[in-house]
């Protein structure tokens, strides 16, 4: 059960999630990435990174922005077309940039260290000047020729495992209140609006959400709720539970679901599935 607070730090995280995975997909050949890491450094206090991409040669940091709709920069800020006011995201960057800059050079790394503001959202449109390390969708395609997709070579795997061992994780967000699961409400949610839905399984292949009009394929929305109900019930779970939990489903469409993408335990009527790496 989430409150108010726990409600937006979610929102919030799996909006940014979704920007970042994205970068990364487009990076991923470019050299080595590291994915959400928290840095700290003497006297400069900590930073959390959204992307670090070690190139040969070269460090870069990239703090992903999922904003969507207009925006403005207005006194210091950038603000909304509903009037929402968010800090400069500049002033954060140029701060994790000197983090990172000083924690490299202290380790006695001298190649260059990058910082650059990404807003990945193609619908994010932004009135008034955008700093040179800002880099819009339509501009990526273009900042990242510059890198050569090559071999990773030893040195940049050397730094990675230097980044590693400085990461220092810390736990911001409000933790949700952990509800029995014999009181979760079952179900197939959408994953664009989370809203539970009715599913007519019968010769279809993909189902349209009565409340954002998402269309999507029905086994991705199952499988998605098979996620679910592995973490929320925090065990594995038994074919007869994700039939009633997906709606009753087709039965063959459910059975290879979890085969492929789930680890089952056992042979008989009491197997159970759950998430992990295959065998």
């Given at each position: 059960m989430l409150d108010e607070s726990q409600h937006s730090d979610f929102v919030r995280t799996a909006l940014g999630y979704s920007g970042e995975k994205t970068f990364v997909e487009m990076v991923k050949d470019y050299g080595v990435v590291l994915w959400d890491v928290t840095l700290s450094a003497p006297f400069l206090g900590s930073a959390q990174y959204d992307v670090l991409l070690i190139t040969a040669g070269k460090l870069i940091h990239y703090d992903i922005k999922n904003f969507k709709g207009q925006f403005k920069f207005a006194e210091g800020r950038l603000v909304s077309s509903y009037n929402r006011h968010y800090h400069n995201p500049q002033?954060?960057?140029?701060?994790?940039?000197?983090?990172?800059?000083?924690?490299?050079?202290?380790?006695?790394?001298?190649?260059?260290?990058?910082?650059?503001?990404?807003?990945?959202?193609?619908?994010?449109h932004v009135s008034?000047?955008?700093?040179?390390?800002?880099?819009?969708?339509?501009?990526?395609?273009?900042?990242?020729?510059?890198?050569?997709?090559?071999?990773?070579?030893?040195?940049?795997?050397?730094?990675?495992?230097?980044?590693?061992?400085?990461?220092?994780?810390?736990?911001?967000?409000?933790?949700?209140?952990?509800?029995?699961?014999?009181?979760?409400?079952?179900?197939?949610?959408?994953?664009?609006?989370?809203?539970?839905?009715?599913?007519?399984?019968?010769?279809?292949?993909?189902?349209?959400?009565?409340?954002?009009?998402?269309?999507?394929?029905?086994?991705?929305?199952?499988?998605?709720?098979?996620?679910?109900?592995?973490?929320?019930k925090g065990e594995p779970f038994t074919y007869r539970e994700a039939l009633e939990w997906c709606g009753h489903p087709s039965r063959s469409t459910l059975q290879r679901l979890l085969n492929q993408h789930f680890t089952k335990v056992g042979h008989t009527k009491g197997a159970t599935y759950s998430l992990g790496e295959k065998k």
């Open positions: 002033h954060q960057l140029e701060r994790a940039h000197a983090i990172l800059e000083a924690l490299m050079q202290q380790s006695g790394y001298h190649d260059k260290v990058e910082s650059y503001l990404v807003f990945i959202n193609e619908h994010f008034g000047a955008v700093d040179s390390s800002g880099l819009m969708r339509g501009q990526l395609h273009d900042h990242l020729k510059r890198y050569r997709k090559s071999v990773i070579q030893d040195t940049q795997l050397e730094v990675g495992r230097l980044l590693i061992d400085y990461h220092y994780p810390f736990d911001h967000l409000n933790q949700p209140l952990r509800v029995p699961f014999a009181e979760v409400q079952p179900g197939v949610r959408c994953p664009e609006c989370r809203k539970l839905g009715q599913i007519i399984y019968k010769e279809k292949i993909n189902h349209e959400c009565v409340q954002c009009h998402k269309v999507i394929k029905i086994t991705e929305m199952l499988r998605a709720s098979l996620n679910e109900l592995f973490y929320l």
